[in-house]
């Protein structure tokens, strides 16, 4: 276990001193500093040697996983490997220090970024418009909804409804219920895909919106997508395309071309951003042009002569939906990303995460369940249902992989799988990799068969074993609280 810097202090243990005292009170005089702030009581420090704190903390720098040290096949999240070369580009000071207030003529260069990075996003998705204003992926399929609620309105009326699958993301019934509508979920079928008779049946004129991922959570291809677009259509409804799955159909089939109105993409999973940890994300929404004027402004304009400029000139907009123009440097990283992949690169990039997924499932499929027979995409979805007598659950595998020393899939998720694994390999992992995931989960699939009690006391390997995670998130400690004097 270890040991909170403060349980290391002994008195009297000291680091380098840097300076002598009198010259920190002549540097800092303490009448600069209204009495008031001044400490009553000597403030409570460790007392530690420079090495103790040197290696307190390089410890505990390697407790953290991450896709840089272990495999992370993080279902739904698209935990790829992101070049170095965007973290380094993004850290010159022309991109890091300029100011969202600097005038247009001197920031032509940053501009230029965000006008270039918006059309490849246009062309990947076949919509007309791409603003980078919203922070993240679910804050997109939010602003997506103000838009669509913002059209309708101009219509005449907002409409009161969104339809969402029972096997959708739980941001998509949030991001409805934000926008003020009431949230309807329609069935999936027995291919995993959404129910049509059902979505058929649920249908009016009050319904503003279906959201739809494609593929789904699942890993599976809604092959009826134009269909479902149509009846939408039919209802003056529009069709919101959840861009999360991105990754599995990059340069192959755009979401503009199945029929969907807007989109939005999440830069930190398709497009090379870390993510994990709550950093900054980026979730760009696209729209077809009749959306186009209810964007939030200001858009990023490219004038006759080449200069570019922010246009706020658009009435009908539904505002700002977060200051500036979005996180910069993430879109700054998703530019580098698709300058060096280019066309094919792209094309490439969703063929090794398709191959990647099919290939791992292949190789594990004879020990776990496969809740639906259809051919994956990018990711898919296994039960741990078989193990049930053994009184092994998906958590219990999840987190026996750890002491493979991998980092768990999602589990229970989507909803509608019972004991599920949900597996997303990414095509940044090597074969290798992709075996010996393989040879983990199938070893502990006969673990389950010897000495069911190690996966049930697992992890052994953490300095921490088994956490009430919900707990722990809810009572975050994060603050050293002084127990003793
Ligand atoms: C991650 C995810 C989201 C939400 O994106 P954030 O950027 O985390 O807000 C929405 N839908 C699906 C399917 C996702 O996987």
Redesign the pocket.
Same mark, same amino acid.
């Given at each position: 276990m270890t040991k909170l810097i403060y349980e290391l202090s002994r008195p009297g243990k000291r680091t380098y001193i840097p300076v002598k005292k009198e010259n920190i009170s002549s540097k800092f005089p303490h009448e600069l500093l209204p009495s008031k702030f001044i400490r009553k009581k000597k403030a409570y420090l460790p007392e530690v040697s420079e090495l103790e704190v040197v290696r307190h903390f390089t410890n505990i720098s390697q407790l953290n996983v991450g896709v840089d040290t272990n495999f992370y096949p993080l279902g739904?999240? &698209?935990m790829k490997y992101n070049p170095k070369i965007s973290e380094y580009i993004t850290q010159d000071s022309q991109f890091k220090d300029i100011h969202p207030y600097y005038p247009e003529k001197f920031s032509q260069g940053a501009l230029e970024i965000l006008y270039e990075t918006a059309s490849y996003l246009e062309k990947i998705s076949g919509m007309d418009k791409v603003t980078f204003q919203p922070a %993240?992926? %679910?804050?997109?399929?939010l602003t997506s909804l103000l838009v669509i609620r913002a059209y309708h309105t101009a219509n005449g009326n907002p409409r009161k409804k969104v339809i969402v699958p029972d096997s959708?993301?739980g941001? /998509?019934p949030a991001s409805s219920a934000l926008a003020g509508y009431e949230v309807i979920e329609v069935r999936s079928n027995e291919k995993g895909m959404v129910d049509c008779d059902h979505l058929r049946e649920l249908m009016d004129e009050d319904v503003a919106a279906i959201m739809l &991922?494609n593929p789904n959570?699942l890993g599976i291809f809604e092959q009826n997508i134009k269909k479902i677009a149509d009846l939408a259509h039919e209802y003056g409804a529009l069709l919101h395309y959840?861009g %999360? /799955?991105l990754n599995a159909i990059l340069g192959r089939v755009r979401p503009g071309d199945m029929g969907f109105d807007t989109i939005?993409f /999440?830069l930190?999973?398709t497009f090379a951003t870390p993510?994990g940890g709550g950093g900054p994300?980026s979730?760009p929404i696209g729209v077809k042009s009749h959306l186009v004027k209810f964007l939030p402004v200001p858009h990023v304009e490219k004038k006759k002569g080449g200069a570019y400029f922010l246009n706020y000139d658009y009435p009908e907009s539904i505002g700002k939906v977060r200051a500036f123009y979005g996180n910069f440097l993430v879109v700054l990283k998703a530019y580098i990303y698709l300058r060096i992949l280019g066309e094919r690169g792209i094309f490439e990039t969703s063929a090794g995460a398709v191959l990647n997924a099919n290939y791992l499932l292949g190789l594990i499929k004879d020990k776990f369940d496969l809740p639906y027979n259809e051919r994956y995409m990018h990711e898919f979805v296994v039960s741990t249902k078989r193990y049930k007598d053994k009184g092994i659950k998906a958590l219990d595998v999840a987190k026996r992989l750890i002491d493979y020393g991998f980092h768990p899939p999602t589990i229970y998720f989507p909803l509608i799988v019972k004991e599920d694994l949900m597996i997303e390999p990414t095509e940044t992992e090597d074969r290798e990799v992709i075996e010996a995931f393989a040879d983990a989960l199938n070893s502990i699939a006969e673990e389950i068969d010897k000495d069911p009690d190690l996966l049930k006391e697992a992890p052994h390997v953490t300095p921490v074993g088994r956490l009430d995670e919900v707990w722990a998130a809810k009572h975050l400690i994060l603050r050293y609280e002084k127990t003793e004097n």
């Open positions: 739904s999240c &698209t %993240a992926g %679910a804050h997109g399929e959708a993301h941001t /998509n &991922t959570t959840d %999360a /799955n939005q /999440n930190h999973k993510h994300g979730g």
